[in-house]
């Protein structure tokens, strides 16, 4: 069955420093999706980034970046140059292919991340 | 504001009333889903609609849930004989198709408590 896991429940950072958030995932389908989203404190899911199986690039925006290594199936998520405010829980999410998958997202529970002055 | 709207924010009943949520997607997204979180997990997805249809529908969707899209636009999601087992952030989020990846985009939720 499809999991998402997040294995880290905290994470602490000094702030213009990067971080690396991890998310491992399990699944039989070759086609799937994997999203990044943040939660802070207000409670709206933010989206982050997003990468494709299929994507040969690691994805980025901004000051995010996906580090993907698809044998591992590993989706870790790089913040650089931590700021105050992205002090917030972090979930990794996968949508899966084609088929019985396709419209849910499947969540992790989440790393908590904090970064400090 | 043109993201995903909820209301209520917060509601807070008794056990055993029923309780009646409203998301507003964004205004051209065609796909809306619901989603569930609890204390310390992340969100678990409920059900999905696309336009009016209601599509995919998760066992967690007991027969004391319902979900509504009337024509395609707003949605309601009501819990009948609500038990304190159902207090939880409901999440919305919407969708539109055509573009390649269907980013989620989800509203503040309504956290729920059941006394």
């Known amino acids: 069955a499809q999991k998402i896991t997040q294995t880290q429940p905290g994470m602490f950072v000094q702030e213009k420093e990067a971080v690396t958030l991890d998310c491992t995932y399990d699944?039989?389908?070759?086609?799937?999706?994997l999203f990044w989203y943040k939660q802070p404190s207000s409670g709206e899911m933010i989206f982050l980034i997003y990468?494709?199986?299929?994507?040969?690039q690691n994805a980025t925006e901004g000051r995010y970046s996906l580090n993907f290594q698809k044998a591992r199936k590993s989706a870790n998520l790089v913040i650089s140059a931590s700021q105050l405010g992205d002090s917030a829980m972090y979930f990794c999410a996968m949508r899966e292919g084609r088929g019985g998958g396709y419209n849910k997202l499947i969540f992790g529970a989440g790393t908590r991340l904090a970064v400090h002055p | 504001d043109t993201g995903v709207s909820q209301n209520p924010r917060h509601k807070i009943t008794k056990r055993g009333q029923n309780v009646t949520f409203r998301c507003d997607p964004i205004s051209e997204h065609n796909r809306l889903y619901w989603y569930r979180q609890t204390l310390g997990q992340g969100p678990e997805f409920l059900t999905y609609?696309?336009?009016?249809?209601?599509?995919?529908k998760s066992r967690l969707l007991s027969d004391r849930f319902s979900a509504e899209r009337p024509k395609g636009s707003f949605s309601t999601l009501e819990i009948q004989r609500t038990e304190q087992g159902d207090s939880a952030m409901y999440l919305c989020a919407s969708s539109l198709d055509g573009q390649g990846v269907r980013i989620r985009f989800f509203g503040p939720g309504t956290r729920l408590t059941v006394l």
């Open positions: 699944t039989s389908d070759q086609s799937y999706g």
């Open positions: 990468q494709g199986s299929y994507d040969e």
């Open positions: 609609f696309q336009n009016e249809a209601q599509l995919e």
